[in-house]
């Protein structure tokens, strides 16, 4: 008897395994993601296409380096600053009309770029487009975790990881390609009838409500806490970036570091002030309570650090390849491509493994295979070409993008469910918060190399360039390291609590 009740035990749990292959993804929630998902890739292609475009900026705009990086730094801290309210505007509003409004922010945006005569307008219409490209992302992944088959989450996670990775993958091409055709400022025009022809009907056809909006409360001392907090860290560390590159230079730099100590204290400061209110608040912008599981914490370091090196890496190869290596803009950003495209491509790959075999291989060997290609480029770094650059960075992304959806997966699968709008809120800010970060990291380490070593294109100046890089590997290095070692620590963790409650079950 008890042999027979095993059998049918095991004939159901394999039945029910068969059933979960067999599920099929809905033709809405494809047509739903096409929509969402383009509509977010060109946000984020705009934020690369720009990188590639920074010395025209420099020129037009009499701007230095570090001034410069904030067309994208601003644009990633504005994504940053929307998405913690993701989780609150999924709950008070439809999804369609998120849609709706992230798509016309992203019209908008371009037009203002076509008419900008002065910096600070470029800045603005940044502003505008990060707005919604910051509504767009975590719109797309609730959109996933919300209504795909359980058994394809991972994959379909993994195709969202795509989007947002492959337009940072051509972006640098793309500027390169189209500024050697048309002026920098014709070039953001073009995603405009992308979106009214394709995103926007798709979207309006295709984009269902599962869930009825609720009349929630927007905390605005945790929004406004929030957004000094991403915004305090990225303009102290821009800011004491530059004042050590005026030290280094001879220069005046002691407003400067005013400004940047300031701006890092009050950063800091907001953001435990943030974390401290939102455990005690009654409407909390985001609720944090599932962050006291350290196993939880652990994955999202992880994904708060390696989005620095990814999206970094956007601003660092075609820097070294124009102000180091004297390539064109156009060559600079196809020494992205290969690595950022391909690599890209592996995300949803790294998905399927990961449903398949769980989280320690489809993780931690991709993160190594990615810090592989860190250790190649500060190994050779003072006697790299752009073929080396080109090749090395094409090993880090493929390890990269198998490895980083699956991070995001593997750390959303222990939250209770009622708080999985708040964990995807958290882990699409980190990446955004992440990725500014290490842009004005880099830079800053880069201009502060360049400082005091002649005018741009001079061999001294070329060579500074070239140490700078060095330094921003040996960083790069430096923070994969631990971002590998949270992870490795976690999954163990996770394992065996796993174990353990199979034994207090066994037991019972």
Known sequence: MIEAADSAAYDLENDARVAQRDEKVPGYLIGSILAVGSLAF??????TVMTVLFPQLMHEFNVDT?????????????VGAIMPLSSFLKRRFTSKSLFVFALALAIVGPIIVFFSTQFWMVLLARVIQGIGSGIATPLMMNIILEQSPRSKVGRLIGVGSLVITVAPAIGPTVGGALSAVMPWKTILLLTIPILLIISLPVGLKSIRQTVAPVQAQ?????????????VGMVLGINRIGAGISDMVAGQAAASSMVIGVVSLVIGVAS??????????????????????????????LPYLMMPMLGIGFGYVITTLGQLSMGQSALVAGLL????????AFFAPVGGMLYDRFGARGPILVPMGLAMVGLVLMFVFSAHMTPLMLAVFYFIFGVGYSLGLSNIMTDGIAGIPGPFVPDGNAVFQTSLQFGGAFGMTLFSTIIAVAQAGHGAEGSAD????????????????????????VCLAVAIHMRAKRDGEQSVEEGIR
Not at 218 to 230: E, R, S
Not at 279 to 300: E, K, N, Q, T, Y
């Open 42 to 47: 060109l946000g984020i292609l705009t934020e």
């Open 66 to 78: 570090a001034t410069v990086q904030w067309v994208t730094t601003i644009y990633i801290l504005m």
């Open 218 to 230: 927007l905390n605005m001392v945790g929004f406004v806490t929030i957004f000094l907090a991403l």
């Open 271 to 300: 953001l435990v002030f943030f974390c401290w209110s939102s455990r005690r608040s009654f409407s909390p912008l985001l609720r944090l309570g599932w962050m006291r599981d350290p196993i939880a914490l652990l994955h999202v």
């Open 336 to 343: 992205v491509l290969p690595g950022a495209l391909i690599g």
């Open 461 to 484: 100046y070329m060579r500074a360039t070239a140490m700078g890089g060095t330094y921003v590997f040996l960083a790069m290095i430096i923070i994969a390291a631990i971002s590998m």
